[in-house]
């Protein structure tokens, strides 16, 4: 039996440390997927990611000019978890050494993931460090803009709302350390490369009042939900999305737990919106993404239940 951990990823740690540091910075909404400063009447976002392991598949197949898209992807989706809209996004690229055909095919991808999160990318940083870094590494920063008396917390969330799930477009940039500890990069690598799909526009098509939270399904797959439930509520997915063969035959040839998988990846719903349930035939009719409604909030402790296997969270 596999698990992240083993691969060399321990979340449970990540979790834990994360949960000591918040107290540390005071913000209006410490632990979500963005953090906010005032700004007159709006809030200005502010989100920080990367890529992690799968500049290693970039790497080992020389394909960069998709890798860029899931950096700006990475960032987007979680800013417009507040309501926000992407404004600006700068970039990090850290090298072993200056090889320009591949920093080029990088920054097109880059280019190419603002262009669909409809935000400018307003400057970068290339860093060579040949003493830290083996091949490269690729993060960067979103900011966005949202009026204060549209943001979007969570905190309206209430006990019957329904929660509708967006198709992923496959692993997207999480997970990538198990995945390639499972499954023969020959045969799956332009699979695992695919880009993570950007959901900003649609989200910012859908939003209005009978939008209560919304969360980007990343890094320790369906737990992502428990950031916005309120205390007292837990997210009840009671009829999943089908996950894409990817993960379906890292689950087999991996003998990855159910507990494993859905705490590791997407599988296959890379956004949740948690809307009014009078409402959510109206959002999923705008959204061009595959969507349907997985589940409802119900009473009980904070978390994440997948009653249908056994999974709480």
């Not at 691969?7 to 540390?24: H, R, Y």
């Not at 998709?66 to 800013?79: E, F, K, L």
């Not at 009078?278 to 904070?302: P, Q, W, Y």
Request: hydrophobic fraction near 40%.
């Amino acid at each position: 039996m596999t698990t992240y951990s083993e691969a060399g990823v321990d979340t449970t740690a990540a979790d834990a440390v994360k949960e000591s540091i918040l107290g540390i910075f005071k913000t209006k909404v410490s632990g979500h997927f963005a953090g906010v400063i005032e700004f007159g009447d709006y809030y200005l976002a502010l989100c920080t990611d990367g890529v992690g392991t799968k500049v290693l598949i970039a790497d080992y197949l020389k394909k960069w000019d998709t890798i860029g898209i899931d950096d700006v992807a990475s960032n987007v989706n979680d800013c417009v978890c507040l309501g926000a809209k992407p404004i600006a996004f700068v970039d990090y690229l850290a090298v072993e050494k200056i090889e320009p055909e591949k920093i080029k095919e990088l920054m097109k991808g880059i280019a190419e993931g603002a262009r669909q999160a409809g935000c400018e990318v307003v400057g970068g940083e290339t860093a060579t460090l040949p003493d830290i870094i083996k091949g490269f590494d690729l993060a960067g920063t979103c900011l966005g803009v949202v009026k204060k008396k549209n943001m979007i917390t969570g905190e309206r969330i209430k006990e019957g709302d329904a929660i509708i799930g967006l198709e992923s477009s496959g692993i997207h940039s999480n997970g990538l350390t198990l995945a390639r500890k499972v499954l023969d990069i020959e045969r799956w690598g332009l699979e695992l490369l695919t880009p993570t799909r950007i959901y900003v526009k649609e989200i910012l098509s859908v939003l209005g009042p009978d939008v209560h939270g919304l969360a980007h399904i990343t890094g320790s797959g369906l737990k992502k939900i428990k950031r916005i439930m309120p205390k007292g509520l837990r997210a009840e997915i009671t009829d999943p999305l089908e996950p894409q063969r990817v993960f379906k035959d890292m689950q087999k040839q991996g003998q990855v737990s159910d507990y494993e998988m859905y705490r590791t990846f997407n599988m296959g719903m890379g956004f949740a919106i948690v809307c009014a349930p009078e409402a959510a035939d109206g959002i999923m009719k705008k959204l061009k993404t595959k969507s349907k409604i997985v589940g409802r909030v119900v009473k009980g402790e904070r978390g994440v239940v997948v009653p249908s296997k056994n999974l709480v969270y």
